[in-house]
């Protein structure tokens, strides 16, 4: 750094303040820099870094909110006053980051592991991108009485007028409610009676929800959840709440009454959906209660949207946001209710970059910002149900579907003793059922959890699988768009003819079916039906997925065939037949969930069958008829299930019962991945209550061109890992490209 050299004489008579200024950089925490003024923490401002200009945002020195486990040491590095660098300027048009907000970053960021800074980007991506949030530049009046020298012309008049009525606007508008030319409204500036001043976004949703436009009128049932989350709400202080009510019993009008009194109070409001694909019911459904649509937040918004939602929600403009997990790190001025629907959908892990879990998380900012919390779900999480037998969560039920609708049926395939014929996949009593609703006027659906048309290719003359270069996964067959494609990363190979490894012509196999296949069978057997592919690849953009929403509900289609994505929590109430193409596909592998998450994915598909009037059947095609997830299905009991579950975990203190922390071990060269995974479990902490399991090839031992071994840390629930874990790593040194991931509460096992 080129800074200029002061002799001790001069420093010490040095005006100006010392900073702390977080960057978003992978450092270990903010920091310092100089500039004459004092500035608030939260304050956002351009500084140097090497040879960079970059956004930062004044941060607190020491991170003293934090619970001292979860506190990263002091940095010892402390540098000379006189050798610190100036803020360069203060970016006067992004909000400030408020307090609540800044600590949320922290915690993130300590509960995690992960730089704060890396952190910090997350909030930051909007209002700081591409060389900072372009301030729209417009004119006011400046404040004081005319200079005595200005002489009035009309034009001038006219302009002054123009301002007077409709307040500060650019020089475009202000020209056309004027009449005045630019040079007129130049010629004000320079007088000095105008000045030039930032113009507020555009006005986000000109009417803000009202909390009384349209309340429905609740069951009893319905209406004892709401008044109890209603006064979670008016206790104006943190608590959370369990929204637990079987598919359509109408979780979300009453979770709109705990909308309603946040409103009421002026509070803002955050709702956390799993599928950024469900806003759209989901805003449907909010403007008919509320009589505005609420701003929505995701990855794929634009960049105007993006900018203008981010200032309506830091001056409190912008009352309510739903969106995906990333709206956690908005700069909510006065966020009163958290809201986080389907809560134990693992989508809510953010699994690359900053590792966290959106719902807890979620927790965590209403906690920060003494809001409360209610999760939603059917079928809750253990972590969830063991917060709520602990008394740390509340509990409200709802036992019945909404209205005239009861819950579908729920029957088994046995696949071992009703399968197809070789080279077909549905069983004919599925098919039959499938018939049945047709000739009656409804609607099916057919669900497989898998893109693609043949999960492996296989060569009959050699054996040979076709895998990817780059991952120890097989290449998936996508027959419409005539390519393998790799699902663990982006390479792709033309369809090919020959077996690479033999040179046979013509012998390559697909072997066991996707969604595509399926789509095949179904056009074979049923030529008349109007079909309706929805998944993550064929629907591409919210206006596809809107599209394919309103064909359903309009009845423009007889089945449906999908992926995970026609889980979710849609409303059709013309459907009436739900069959699950392989039940039990999520099973194997030994994930710690595989049995939980199972049951509550099919759960959730079977929950769209008989929404309406009509009852609702599920078929489950499964060849392991007697597992405890197939039975607790058809039996509807979910609570012994889960009893069952925690009965397996809680001895070995598996989570929820105890905590975990994955750390994965990666790089070019296997040997150097196992050296480095072995190194660390030798010198691994050990003490009572904690042990390391591993390290072994990860299930997906290689992945981009990287070789992967996983490590388990295992504690009791009372051990905070975040220390042992920073211990254990910071005497760990990374050679030969060679790389520590760390993932506490690890949702994936691959
Ligand atoms: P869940 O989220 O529990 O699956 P929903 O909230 O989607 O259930 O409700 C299912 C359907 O029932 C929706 O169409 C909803 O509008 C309707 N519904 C639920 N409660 C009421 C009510 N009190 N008045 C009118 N319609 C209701
Ligand atoms: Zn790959």
């Keep these: 750094m080129a800074e200029q050299r002061l002799s001790p004489h ?343 970059g900053v590792l966290y879990h959106g719902r807890d998380m979620a927790i965590v900012r209403a906690r920060l910002a003494g809001a409360a919390a209610i999760l939603v779900s059917a079928t809750p999480s253990m972590e969830t149900l063991v917060n709520v037998q602990k008394g740390r969560f509340r509990h409200e039920v709802l036992e019945s579907r909404h209205g005239p609708a009861c819950m579908p049926e729920i029957s088994l395939i046995d696949m071992c003793d009703h399968g197809p014929e070789r080279g077909l996949f549905l069983s004919p009593l599925l098919c039959e059922s499938i018939e049945d609703g047709m000739k009656a006027g409804e609607q099916s659906m057919l669900f497989l959890n898998r893109r693609g048309y043949a999960p492996l290719t296989l060569c009959r003359a050699c054996g040979h699988r076709i895998q990817c270069p780059h991952c120890a996964a097989w290449m998936v067959e996508h027959r419409r768009r005539r390519i393998l494609a790799c699902h663990h990363c982006d390479y792709t190979q033309p369809l090919m003819k020959a077996c690479p490894a033999c040179e046979a012509e013509d012998s390559l196999v697909p072997i066991g079916p996707g969604i595509e296949r399926i789509h095949e069978e179904v056009q074979a057997r049923f030529p008349e039906a109007r079909l309706l592919v929805m998944a993550s690849d064929t629907l591409t953009s919210p206006a596809a997925m809107e599209e394919a929403v309103r064909k359903i509900a309009q009845k423009e289609v007889d089945l449906i065939i999908g992926t995970q994505i026609v889980a979710k929590g849609w409303h059709f109430p013309d459907l009436t037949l739900v069959g699950v193409v392989d039940a039990d596909l999520g099973l194997g592998g030994g994930d710690l969930r595989a049995a939980e998450r199972t049951m509550q994915l099919l759960h959730q598909v079977a929950g769209r069958a008989g929404r309406g009037s009509k009852p609702g059947r599920v078929m489950l095609q499964s060849y392991v008829g007697d597992h405890p997830v197939m039975q607790a299905l058809i039996e509807n009991d979910f609570i012994r299930f889960m009893e069952q579950e925690a009965a397996q975990r809680r001895p070995g203190f598996w989570p929820p019962y105890g905590r975990l922390a994955a750390v994965i071990v990666s790089a070019p060269k296997e040997t150097h991945a196992e050296a480095l995974a072995r190194h660390l479990a030798l010198n691994g902490p050990h003490g009572e209550g904690m042990e390391i399991l591993g390290p072994a090839p990860a299930p997906l031992a290689l992945l981009r061109g990287r070789y992967r071994f996983r490590l388990l840390l295992r504690t009791r629930r009372d051990i905070a890992l975040q220390p042992v874990l920073r211990h254990w790593l910071a005497g760990v040194t990374c050679k030969n490209d060679a790389r520590i991931d760390v993932d506490v509460d690890p949702v994936s096992f691959m």
Excluded at 81 to 92: K, P, Q
Excluded at 102 to 113: E, K, M, Q, S
Excluded at 149 to 170: C, F, I, K, Y
Excluded at 250 to 267: H, I, M, N, P
């Design 10 to 352: 001069s420093r010490r008579r040095e005006a100006g303040h010392r900073l702390s200024v977080l960057v978003p950089r992978p450092f270990a925490g903010p920091l310092d820099y100089k500039f004459d003024t004092p500035l608030a923490p939260g304050t956002v401002v351009r500084v140097p870094l090497g040879r960079q200009e970059i956004v930062g945002c004044v941060w607190e020195a020491e991170p003293t909110h934090l619970p001292v486990d979860l506190r990263p040491p002091r940095s010892s590095r402390h540098v000379a006053f006189g050798s610190l660098r100036a803020i360069i300027s203060v970016e006067t048009h992004v909000p400030a980051l408020p307090e609540t907000l800044r600590h949320f970053i922290d915690w993130v960021a300590a509960y995690g592991l992960s730089a704060p800074g890396m952190v910090l980007a997350i909030a930051l991506r909007v209002p700081a991108q591409g060389g900072g949030m372009k301030p729209m530049l417009g004119w006011a009046r400046k404040a004081g009485p005319l200079p005595e020298s200005l002489r009035l012309t009309p034009a001038r008049n006219a302009v002054l007028a123009a301002l007077e009525a409709h307040g500060p606007a650019s020089t475009a508008a202000l020209s056309t409610q004027s009449g005045a030319s630019a040079a007129v409204i130049r010629g004000l500036a320079h007088a000095g009676v105008l000045e030039e001043s930032v113009l507020e976004g555009s006005p986000m949703s000109a009417t803000p929800p009202e909390p009384d436009y349209a309340p429905p009128t609740l069951s009893a049932e319905q209406a004892e959840a709401a008044h109890a989350l209603i006064e979670a709400v008016e206790e104006r202080a943190f608590n959370v709440t369990l929204l637990e009510g079987v598919t359509g019993s109408g979780k979300t009008e009453v979770y709109f009454e705990a909308v309603a009194a946040a409103l009421r109070q002026g509070r803002q409001v955050l709702v956390l959906v799993p599928e950024i694909a469900l806003t759209t019911q989901w805003t449907e459904r909010f403007a008919k209660r509320f009589g505005t649509i609420p701003a929505i937040w995701h990855s794929d918004l634009g960049q105007k949207a993006r900018r203008e939602t981010w200032r309506a929600v830091a001056d409190g403009q912008q009352r309510v946001v739903v969106g995906a997990r990333s709206a956690l790190f908005l700069p909510f001025a006065a966020l009163g209710l958290v809201v986080v629907d389907e809560e134990h959908e693992s989508t809510y892990k953010q699994e690359e």
